[in-house]
Protein backbone atom coordinates (compact mmCIF):
# COMPACT_ATOMS: atom_id res chain seq x y z
CA UNK A 1 0.00 0.00 0.00
CA UNK A 2 2.80 2.48 0.47
CA UNK A 3 3.34 2.67 -3.50
CA UNK A 4 -0.47 4.12 -3.54
CA UNK A 5 -0.42 6.24 -1.11
CA UNK A 6 1.34 8.26 1.76
CA UNK A 7 -0.03 8.60 5.30
CA UNK A 8 -0.53 12.28 5.80
CA UNK A 9 -1.46 14.40 8.97
CA UNK A 10 -3.99 10.89 9.37
CA UNK A 11 -5.39 10.74 6.29
CA UNK A 12 -4.54 8.90 2.90
CA UNK A 13 -2.96 10.67 -0.18
CA UNK A 14 -3.55 8.76 -3.43
CA UNK A 15 0.09 8.50 -5.18
CA UNK A 16 0.50 8.60 -8.71
CA UNK A 17 0.04 6.26 -11.07
CA UNK A 18 1.68 4.48 -14.23
CA UNK A 19 0.20 6.51 -16.44
CA UNK A 20 0.52 9.59 -14.33
CA UNK A 21 4.46 8.94 -14.26
CA UNK A 22 4.54 8.43 -18.32
CA UNK A 23 2.53 11.83 -18.47
CA UNK A 24 5.28 13.21 -15.89
CA UNK A 25 7.86 11.76 -17.84
CA UNK A 26 6.61 13.49 -21.53
CA UNK A 27 6.29 16.71 -19.41
CA UNK A 28 10.11 16.62 -18.46
CA UNK A 29 10.40 15.86 -21.99
CA UNK A 30 8.59 18.86 -23.24
CA UNK A 31 9.99 21.26 -21.07
CA UNK A 32 13.86 20.22 -21.46
CA UNK A 33 12.75 21.07 -25.24
CA UNK A 34 11.74 24.48 -24.37
CA UNK A 35 14.31 25.51 -22.46
CA UNK A 36 16.58 24.24 -24.81
CA UNK A 37 14.73 25.62 -27.73
CA UNK A 38 14.77 29.43 -25.22
CA UNK A 39 18.42 28.76 -24.58
CA UNK A 40 19.86 28.37 -28.34
CA UNK A 41 17.62 31.37 -29.64
CA UNK A 42 19.56 33.05 -26.32
CA UNK A 43 19.56 36.83 -25.63
CA UNK A 44 19.54 38.12 -28.92
CA UNK A 45 15.69 37.00 -29.18
CA UNK A 46 14.80 37.71 -25.79
CA UNK A 47 15.92 41.55 -26.26
CA UNK A 48 14.42 42.12 -29.79
CA UNK A 49 12.08 44.94 -29.31
CA UNK A 50 9.35 42.19 -30.68
CA UNK A 51 10.09 40.25 -28.47
CA UNK A 52 7.55 41.89 -25.51
CA UNK A 53 4.21 41.30 -28.37
CA UNK A 54 5.30 37.67 -28.24
CA UNK A 55 2.42 36.08 -25.82
CA UNK A 56 4.63 33.04 -25.35
CA UNK A 57 7.22 34.86 -23.43
CA UNK A 58 4.48 36.68 -21.24
CA UNK A 59 2.60 33.22 -20.69
CA UNK A 60 5.88 31.84 -19.58
CA UNK A 61 6.60 34.71 -16.96
CA UNK A 62 3.56 34.94 -15.84
CA UNK A 63 3.46 31.05 -15.02
CA UNK A 64 7.08 31.36 -13.64
CA UNK A 65 5.80 34.17 -11.15
CA UNK A 66 2.81 31.87 -9.95
CA UNK A 67 4.24 28.37 -9.95
CA UNK A 68 7.97 29.37 -9.77
CA UNK A 69 7.84 31.99 -7.25
CA UNK A 70 4.59 31.54 -5.54
CA UNK A 71 2.99 27.87 -4.92
CA UNK A 72 6.46 26.32 -5.21
CA UNK A 73 7.74 28.21 -1.83
CA UNK A 74 4.72 28.10 -0.12
CA UNK A 75 4.69 24.28 -0.98
CA UNK A 76 8.18 23.97 0.73
CA UNK A 77 8.38 26.53 3.16
CA UNK A 78 4.83 27.17 4.16
CA UNK A 79 2.77 30.11 3.17
CA UNK A 80 4.38 33.10 3.94
CA UNK A 81 7.37 32.08 1.51
CA UNK A 82 5.05 32.60 -1.57
CA UNK A 83 4.19 36.25 -1.12
CA UNK A 84 8.07 37.07 0.29
CA UNK A 85 9.66 35.67 -2.64
CA UNK A 86 6.99 37.74 -5.24
CA UNK A 87 7.47 40.63 -3.66
CA UNK A 88 11.42 40.19 -3.12
CA UNK A 89 11.08 39.16 -6.97
CA UNK A 90 9.04 42.51 -7.67
CA UNK A 91 11.66 44.71 -6.12
CA UNK A 92 14.57 43.02 -7.76
CA UNK A 93 12.08 43.39 -11.33
CA UNK A 94 11.64 46.93 -10.44
CA UNK A 95 15.65 47.53 -9.48
CA UNK A 96 16.14 46.35 -12.93
CA UNK A 97 13.30 48.16 -14.88
CA UNK A 98 14.51 51.46 -13.41
CA UNK A 99 18.83 50.55 -14.12
CA UNK A 100 17.46 49.34 -18.07
CA UNK A 101 15.82 52.72 -18.34
CA UNK A 102 18.61 54.54 -16.73
CA UNK A 103 21.28 53.16 -18.87
CA UNK A 104 19.50 52.11 -21.91
CA UNK A 105 16.86 54.81 -22.54
CA UNK A 106 14.45 51.59 -23.10
CA UNK A 107 12.85 49.35 -20.95
CA UNK A 108 13.28 46.33 -22.83
CA UNK A 109 16.72 46.14 -22.36
CA UNK A 110 19.22 44.74 -20.15
CA UNK A 111 19.26 43.99 -17.54
CA UNK A 112 15.93 43.74 -16.98
CA UNK A 113 15.65 41.41 -20.13
CA UNK A 114 18.55 38.87 -18.41
CA UNK A 115 16.87 39.05 -15.45
CA UNK A 116 13.15 38.10 -17.48
CA UNK A 117 15.13 35.41 -19.53
CA UNK A 118 17.32 33.81 -17.13
CA UNK A 119 14.11 33.38 -14.88
CA UNK A 120 12.01 32.23 -17.36
CA UNK A 121 14.44 29.37 -18.54
CA UNK A 122 15.40 28.97 -15.16
CA UNK A 123 11.62 28.22 -14.80
CA UNK A 124 11.09 25.79 -17.40
CA UNK A 125 14.60 24.00 -16.39
CA UNK A 126 12.84 23.38 -12.95
CA UNK A 127 9.37 22.73 -13.88
CA UNK A 128 11.69 19.65 -16.27
CA UNK A 129 12.98 18.44 -13.09
CA UNK A 130 10.52 18.59 -10.94
CA UNK A 131 8.57 16.33 -13.10
CA UNK A 132 10.96 14.05 -12.76
CA UNK A 133 11.33 14.40 -8.95
CA UNK A 134 7.33 13.66 -8.80
CA UNK A 135 8.35 10.49 -11.12
CA UNK A 136 10.24 9.05 -8.14
CA UNK A 137 8.29 10.61 -5.26
CA UNK A 138 4.84 9.50 -6.68
CA UNK A 139 4.01 13.21 -6.01
CA UNK A 140 0.18 13.87 -7.40
CA UNK A 141 -0.94 17.31 -8.43
CA UNK A 142 0.95 19.75 -10.63
CA UNK A 143 4.72 19.30 -11.87
CA UNK A 144 6.26 21.70 -9.03
CA UNK A 145 4.56 19.61 -6.34
CA UNK A 146 7.25 17.19 -7.04
CA UNK A 147 10.12 19.60 -5.58
CA UNK A 148 7.42 20.90 -3.38
CA UNK A 149 7.28 17.04 -0.99
CA UNK A 150 11.18 17.10 -2.33
CA UNK A 151 11.54 20.19 0.12
CA UNK A 152 9.53 18.98 3.33
CA UNK A 153 11.52 15.65 2.76
CA UNK A 154 14.34 17.25 3.20
CA UNK A 155 13.37 19.60 5.69
CA UNK A 156 12.04 16.62 7.76
CA UNK A 157 8.67 18.26 7.47
CA UNK A 158 5.49 16.81 6.90
CA UNK A 159 2.64 17.64 4.86
CA UNK A 160 0.11 20.08 6.71
CA UNK A 161 -2.87 18.12 7.14
CA UNK A 162 -4.60 20.17 5.01
CA UNK A 163 -2.81 19.69 2.35
CA UNK A 164 -3.74 19.23 -1.08
CA UNK A 165 -2.07 18.50 -4.44
CA UNK A 166 -1.28 21.99 -6.21
CA UNK A 167 -3.62 22.88 -8.99
CA UNK A 168 -2.06 22.15 -12.32
CA UNK A 169 -2.73 24.32 -15.31
CA UNK A 170 -2.14 20.81 -17.75
CA UNK A 171 -4.79 18.91 -16.16
CA UNK A 172 -2.04 16.45 -14.72
CA UNK A 173 -4.35 16.45 -11.82
CA UNK A 174 -7.58 15.58 -13.36
CA UNK A 175 -5.61 12.73 -14.90
CA UNK A 176 -4.30 11.61 -11.38
CA UNK A 177 -7.56 11.61 -9.72
CA UNK A 178 -9.00 8.92 -12.86
CA UNK A 179 -6.27 6.71 -12.35
CA UNK A 180 -6.90 6.79 -8.32
CA UNK A 181 -10.91 6.26 -8.73
CA UNK A 182 -9.83 3.43 -11.52
CA UNK A 183 -7.41 1.73 -9.20
CA UNK A 184 -9.81 1.89 -6.22
CA UNK A 185 -12.82 0.54 -8.41
CA UNK A 186 -10.44 -2.12 -9.38
CA UNK A 187 -10.13 -3.09 -5.38
CA UNK A 188 -13.49 -3.23 -4.95
Avoid at 95 to 102: H, L, P, T, Y
Amino acid sequence: MQNDTTRRAGTDIPRIRPIGRLARIVGAIIMTLFALDWLEAGMTWFGESSTPANLSVWLVTGLAVFYGLHQLPESGFGKPWGRRTVAVSGVALAFAAVAAISLNDGLWAPPLTTLLFWFDVGFLIAVAISYLVAVFLGTPGCEVGGLGELIRRLRGVPDPADHEAMWCIAGIHHLDQWEADRTRAKMR
